[in-house]
C-alpha cells in the first residue's frame, strides 16, 4: 500500500467510525506494521492541523475521531440548532455530573452529601443520556451502587482520558458548551432542593477533592453493571448485566 493510499484508508475510517477508531481497530482493517500505521496516523493528524482546515482528528477516549476546530464552533452550533433541539442539562445536572466526574467512583450517597440535596433523580437522568455509568458496588455498609463517568462522557468533552480533566471553572464552561446548558431554557431536574446558582456549584465541587480522597483508595470496583437506576441496581442484586466500559 502506497503512502497515499495508506493516508486515504486511515481517513476513511476515521470518518466513518462512530466511536473513536483505535490503533488496533485500524491496523486489523487495513493490515501492515503497528509502527508504520501510527507514523501515517500522525502525519495525517497533522495536515489537518492546517489553517485551512475546518475539521481536525483528535485523541479521544484511547481512538482517532474527527471534530470541527474550535474557530468554527459558533457557526456550527448554529446550524446544528437549526436541525434538532441541543441536549440540554439544567445547573443541577451539570452540578451532580461534576462532583461524579472529580470524585469518581461515587455513591449516591456521597453525592448527596457534597451537593447538599437529594440527586436521586439527576442520577438517574444522567444515566439515561450516557453521561455516567455505574461501577459496580463500594465495599462498605449496604455496598451502595457506585458511579463513574462514561465513554460518552469522554467523547461529548473530547478528552482522551480522565487525565485531561480541566479546572473546576473550566470544566463548567466547557460543560455548558457542549451539553448546551441553560438555567432559564432546561426544564427543573426533580430533587428535594435546588442550589440557586453556578457560584453554588464551584464551591460544592471544590470539596470532592476533599471528601474521602483516602477513602476512595479503600474503594473496590466490582464488574460492571448495565442497570438504569439506583433501585432497579437494589432489586436485582446478583443479577447485574456486564456493560462495555
Not at 468554527?72 to 446550524?79: E, M, T
Not at 459496580?136 to 482522551?160: N, W
Not at 476512595?216 to 442484586?237: F, H, M, R, V, Y
Request: proline share 4%.
Amino acid at each position: 500500500m502506497t503512502e497515499q493510499e495508506l493516508q486515504s484508508a486511515l481517513e476513511a475510517i476515521i470518518y466513518a467510525a462512530d466511536e473513536p477508531a483505535t490503533l488496533e481497530q485500524i491496523v486489523a482493517a487495513i493490515g501492515g506494521e503497528k509502527a508504520e500505521v501510527r507514523a501515517a496516523l500522525d502525519r495525517l493528524v497533522a495536515s489537518y492541523a492546517a489553517d485551512e482546515r475546518g475539521i481536525e482528528i483528535r485523541k479521544v477516549a484511547g481512538g482517532w475521531k474527527m471534530y470541527t476546530k474550535a474557530q468554527h464552533h459558533d457557526a456550527v452550533r448554529r446550524f446544528i440548532k437549526g436541525l434538532r433541539p441541543p441536549l440540554r442539562l439544567t445547573i443541577p445536572a451539570l452540578e451532580t455530573l461534576s462532583v461524579i466526574a472529580y470524585k469518581q467512583p461515587a455513591t449516591l450517597p456521597e453525592i448527596n452529601e457534597i451537593r447538599g440535596v437529594n440527586c436521586g433523580g439527576v442520577v438517574k437522568t444522567l444515566l439515561e443520556r450516557r453521561l455516567i455509568t455505574t461501577a459496580g458496588r463500594k465495599d462498605a455498609v449496604g455496598r451502595p451502587i457506585l458511579y463513574r463517568t462514561s465513554k460518552d462522557f469522554l467523547m461529548r468533552f473530547g478528552l482522551a482520558d480522565l487525565d485531561e480533566l480541566p479546572s473546576l471553572k473550566e470544566f463548567e464552561q466547557l460543560a455548558q458548551a457542549a451539553l448546551g446548558a441553560d438555567e432559564g431554557i432546561a426544564p427543573t431536574e426533580p430533587e428535594e432542593a435546588v442550589q440557586s446558582d453556578g457560584e453554588e456549584m464551584a464551591a460544592s465541587v471544590k470539596s470532592i477533592t476533599e471528601v474521602g480522597t483516602a477513602e476512595g483508595s479503600a474503594t473496590q470496583i466490582a464488574p460492571q453493571e448495565n442497570l438504569s437506576t439506583e433501585q432497579d441496581l437494589l432489586d436485582s442484586e446478583g443479577q447485574s448485566k456486564a456493560a462495555g466500559a
